[in-house]
């Protein structure tokens, strides 16, 4: 992440199917910290599927959507889901394997949106407030702190 200067990657499995995101606060902050506490385990012992946010806690935008969206509406959707990130996707559709099978509809990465590169780009600083919690169990963790 660091010789590459970005601060988040996806993980996916041998399929492509993304399994989750990884960020550089991820890996660099508390939550490897806790979790290798929490397993008995040394830092340098995790694995990405340790403490990535699995795909299914990403906030996730569609192409269509973010298409014809003004920049001020992507950093105001990032801000209301209190993320860093959000990931750009789309759809495509596999041809049926026979004339019995439906079409199966796959949703594939277009691209990544971060507040801190439109910061940049910007050349403004956006304050980023941390991650909103979003069930008890992270309200929980995030008092245990």
């Given amino acids: 992440m660091i010789s590459r200067g970005v601060r988040l990657l996806l993980v996916a499995d ?36 340790d403490i990535m946010t699995p795909a299914s ?3 996730v935008i569609s192409l269509d ?17 209190g993320r860093q990130h959000a990931l750009v996707v789309d759809f495509d559709v596999i041809p049926p394997k026979s ?3 439906a079409p199966v509809r796959r949703s594939m990465v277009r691209g990544i949106l971060s507040l801190s590169q439109l910061g940049r780009q910007l050349g403004i600083v956006l304050q980023t407030s941390g991650e909103v919690a979003r069930t ?6 995030a008092l245990g702190r």
């Fill in 57 to 59: 806690q990403v906030e």
């Fill in 65 to 81: 959507d973010v298409s014809g969206a003004r920049v001020g509406h992507v950093l105001e959707t990032l801000r209301r889901a």
């Fill in 14 to 49: 041998d399929r492509e199917s993304v399994l989750g995101v990884l960020t550089a606060t991820d890996v660099l902050g508390e939550k490897a910290m806790r979790v290798a506490a929490e397993r008995g385990m040394k830092h340098g012992e995790l694995v990405a599927g």
């Fill in 136 to 141: 008890f169990s992270e309200i929980e963790a």
């Fill in 99 to 101: 004339l019995i099978d």
